[in-house]
């Protein structure tokens, strides 16, 4: 709690003014008092994101500690103002940028996504089942895990449309298989990684998974070059 109280004495008392002035139009709207405790709960931890004094995707026990909350409700703040404010399009954009630092697991072949939000997490699984794919809930609430075949579908969901052909032409130049298609492209290139980086403590996430997939994700045939050359040299 001290916490934020100070960051807001840090926010200027115009910010701050205005953000309360918006609070209490919204809670007099349509008339004193009718707003329910659980919808001015969450519109006025909205308002403390809007604030700046909780991120975006602030981390759970974060709420936990800082609000005082449980869990269970700690979960439903971020679920309900997730679902309140961000777009289909927001949720595809915030997915891709996690995609591109998956958790490589020693666990018959798995690799995690880290998704502290609920919401998104539910946006995750519809999105799967509209691949035919299903994601492994019985690890934690906030990894969500899939096989590598999943994984990468997912991804592949993702590269874009207009540059598929030009991503796979970067990869053939850099010695993948030209007979093989871009998912099994994808497929070996994300196994390979999960050598590369998995230890044995179970499981790695490196901050040079990044440097391999975002240039995929984003669809840039010439970073793919720069990054991949040599990449699949002993597969010669």
Same mark, same amino acid.
């Given at each position: 709690?001290?916490?934020?109280?100070?960051?807001?004495?840090?926010?200027? $008392? &115009?910010?701050?003014?205005?953000?309360?002035?918006?609070?209490?139009?919204?809670?007099?709207?349509?008339?004193?008092?009718?707003?329910?405790?659980?919808?001015?709960?969450?519109?006025?931890?909205?308002?403390?994101?809007?604030?700046?004094?909780?991120?975006?995707?602030?981390?759970?026990?974060?709420?936990?500690?800082?609000?005082?909350?449980?869990?269970?409700?700690?979960?439903?703040?971020?679920? *309900?103002?997730?679902?309140?404010?961000?777009?289909?399009? *927001?949720?595809?954009?915030?997915?891709?940028?996690?995609?591109?630092?998956?958790?490589?697991?020693?666990?018959?072949?798995?690799?995690?996504?880290?998704?502290?939000?609920?919401?998104?997490?539910?946006?995750?699984?519809?999105?799967?089942?509209?691949?035919?794919?299903?994601?492994?809930?019985?690890?934690?609430?906030?990894?969500?895990?899939?096989?590598?075949?999943?994984?990468?579908?997912?991804?592949?969901?993702?590269?874009?449309?207009?540059?598929?052909? &030009?991503?796979?032409?970067?990869?053939?130049?850099?010695?993948?298989?030209?007979?093989?298609?871009?998912?099994?492209?994808?497929?070996?290139?994300?196994?390979?990684? $999960?050598?590369?980086? +998995?230890?044995?403590? $179970?499981?790695?996430?490196?901050?040079?998974?990044?440097?391999?997939?975002?240039?995929?994700?984003?669809?840039? +045939? &010439?970073?793919?070059?720069?990054?991949?050359? $040599?990449?699949?040299?002993? *597969? &010669?």
């Amino acid at each position: 709690m001290q916490n934020i109280l100070k960051k807001l004495d840090e926010r200027s $008392g &115009e910010e701050v003014k205005k953000v309360f002035a918006e609070l209490l139009q919204d809670y007099l709207t349509p008339a004193y008092g009718s707003m329910s405790k659980r919808d001015f709960d969450i519109l006025l931890f909205m308002k403390l994101q809007q604030l700046g004094l909780f991120e975006k995707n602030p981390d759970l026990y974060e709420l936990v500690s800082e609000l005082r909350v449980t869990r269970a409700k700690a979960r439903n703040l971020l679920y *309900e103002s997730k679902l309140r404010q961000t777009s289909k399009e *927001e949720l595809d954009d915030e997915l891709k940028e996690m995609l591109k630092r998956p958790v490589f697991l020693k666990d018959n072949d798995k690799i995690g996504i880290e998704i502290g939000n609920p919401y998104l997490i539910d946006h995750l699984r519809a999105k799967l089942k509209q691949l035919n794919h299903i994601t492994d809930g019985s690890f934690s609430p906030e990894l969500v895990r899939l096989t590598t075949d999943a994984f990468v579908t997912l991804f592949e969901s993702y590269l874009p449309q207009d540059s598929q052909k &030009e991503i796979k032409k970067a990869f053939v130049a850099v010695g993948a298989k030209e007979d093989t298609s871009l998912k099994g492209v994808l497929k070996g290139v994300v196994k390979k990684l $999960g050598t590369k980086v +998995a230890d044995k403590a $179970g499981g790695a996430v490196a901050d040079s998974v990044v440097d391999y997939l975002g240039p995929i994700i984003t669809g840039s +045939a &010439e970073a793919i070059k720069r990054v991949f050359s $040599g990449f699949f040299k002993d *597969e &010669e």
